[in-house]
């Protein structure tokens, strides 16, 4: 059984850190590129970061660019994403999602598992 359980999200003011972690299990985790995505109260899910399955390429949104930070340990299964400096407007739900390609889209519907993702709140 495939499962992406996020973890790490509460509550953070304005310019701290979180670090969320996304823990894979039920595929091969090394096979798959991941992605991290959030959603706002009222908007649609977004990209946010994403990373090759070796670690060795990732993509950014100019959104988070310089702040935030995505790794990987694949031994481990597991998926990082560093957020520094955060902003208000950083406040979502943020997702894990994994895509069985040697490459990173940004498309949401090209990701094919999903986790149920975890809250973070950023408050000025």
């Known amino acids: 059984q495939v499962q992406l359980v996020e973890s790490g999200g509460g509550l953070a003011q304005a310019g701290g850190s979180l670090r969320l972690s996304c823990a894979a299990s039920?595929?091969?985790?090394?096979?798959?590129?991941m992605g991290w995505f959030r959603q706002a109260p009222g908007k649609e899910r977004e990209f946010v970061v994403g990373i090759s399955r070796s670690g060795g390429d990732t993509v950014y949104s100019d959104s988070v660019k310089g702040r935030f930070t995505i790794s990987r340990d694949n031994p481990k299964n597991t998926v990082y994403l560093q957020m520094n400096s955060l902003k208000p407007e950083d406040t979502a739900d943020y997702y894990c999602?994994?895509?069985?390609?040697?490459?990173?889209?940004?498309?949401?519907?090209?990701?094919?598992?999903w986790g149920r993702g975890t809250q973070v709140t950023v408050s000025s």
């Open positions: 039920g595929f091969t985790f090394s096979s798959y590129a």
């Open positions: 999602a994994a895509r069985g390609s040697a490459l990173v889209p940004m498309q949401k519907q090209l990701y094919k598992y």
